[in-house]
């Protein structure tokens, strides 16, 4: 039986992994800056919060990471905390980049100093490559980041490059595109539009408000990703792997999806809130998963239709958040 640790396991992607771990049969823990008084909301909505260990660690603070990992003895660690909001990260753009860089270092360091064949995870971003236009991006695009969030990760990769070059460290990074699924909080705008246009449906709302509804993104299903990244660290060498549906849509085409679902036109109720633009913004972002589904065998099942299904009829339905 193997032992993971799963740092921000309280977040979508944590929840959905510790989830897919239990069900192999690992001993699951899950660390939180403060585990005595965070709600851990998305465990008990995919109730397996009884299942894990929880335990508080600072990520900027060495001694924090270092005693937990001590503690736990794990065999493979997942790094998916940090701020994870890029909108967010233009307001608090030290915060950013210190939890997510510096939180990564941490773990890295730690991994070394023990000198255990702990296996590492990094949650990596699509947003690093920044606007790929035509092109698809791979694991040999040049990162272009446009945003606090993005300089993080794209700092964060390289020290993970670097430690497994330099120290020979199972550490590898997960090249994410968009994924969603009803465990999204209501800052991301697919949950905003989810929710929004439902409320709109019942008659408790009027009006959607949004920013630029032409930008272009890969949506996938988060349950389906968390695969991708148990996969990685199960490979015989560490490698970096672009996940993605290899599908992308404007966003005016995810909001359509949505109003229609529920049986409205959407034009009737969307309103363009020049507030809500970024300073800076990707046009369009577009990936390529053929190295996954060639070394890893894994392939995305669901694309933005279905992603968008999956959203609304878990609120319509309060049904089960299974994958």
């Known amino acids: 039986m193997k032992t993971a640790l799963i740092c921000g396991v309280s977040g979508q992607d944590g929840a959905y992994l510790a989830r ?33 260990v929880l335990h508080s660690m600072a ?5 924090s990471v270092l005693q ?15 701020q994870t909001s890029v909108g967010l990260s233009f307001e608090q753009p030290v915060e950013t980049m210190e939890s997510i860089t510096l939180g990564t270092l941490n773990l890295l360091e730690a991994i070394r100093f023990i000198n255990a064949p702990i296996k590492f995870y990094n949650a990596g971003s699509s947003e690093c490559f920044g606007n790929t236009g035509d092109r698809t991006a791979d694991e040999t695009t040049a990162f272009s980041p446009r945003s606090p969030y993005a300089v993080a990760k794209a700092a964060a990769h390289w020290q993970v490059a670097n430690y497994r070059e330099a120290y020979n460290l199972f550490a590898c990074s997960g090249i994410l595109f968009n994924h969603e699924s009803p465990l999204r909080p209501r800052r991301f705008v697919t949950q905003k539009v989810v929710t929004t246009a439902i409320e709109i449906s019942k008659g408790r709302a009027e009006r959607l408000y949004l920013g630029d509804i032409s930008i272009r993104r890969d949506w996938g299903w988060a349950a389906e990703y968390v695969e991708a990244m ?25 909001v359509a999806e949505v109003f229609a679902y529920v049986g409205l036109d959407w034009t009737a109720y969307i309103e363009i809130d ?3 633009f970024r300073p800076s913004e990707i046009a369009v972002n577009r990936g390529s998963p053929q190295k996954a589904h060639e070394k890893l065998g ?10 968008v299904r999956g ?5 319509l339905c309060d049904t089960s958040l299974s994958a």
């Open 20 to 52: 897919f771990l239990l069900e192999k049969g690992y001993t699951v823990h899950g660390t939180s800056r403060d585990a005595q008084v965070s709600s851990f909301k998305n465990l008990d909505r995919l109730d397996i919060r009884d299942r894990l």
């Open 59 to 63: 990520l900027n603070d060495f001694r």
């Open 68 to 82: 937990v990992i001590h503690r736990v003895k794990p065999d493979e660690i997942y790094n998916l905390a940090g």
């Open 230 to 254: 148990y996969l990685m660290l199960q490979a015989p060498q560490p490698e970096d792997y672009v996940i993605a549906t290899g599908e992308t849509h404007c966003l005016e085409d995810f």
């Open 274 to 276: 020049k507030s809500l």
């Open 298 to 307: 894994w392939l995305a099942q669901r694309k933005m239709k279905d992603v």
């Open 311 to 315: 959203m609304v009829d878990a609120i």
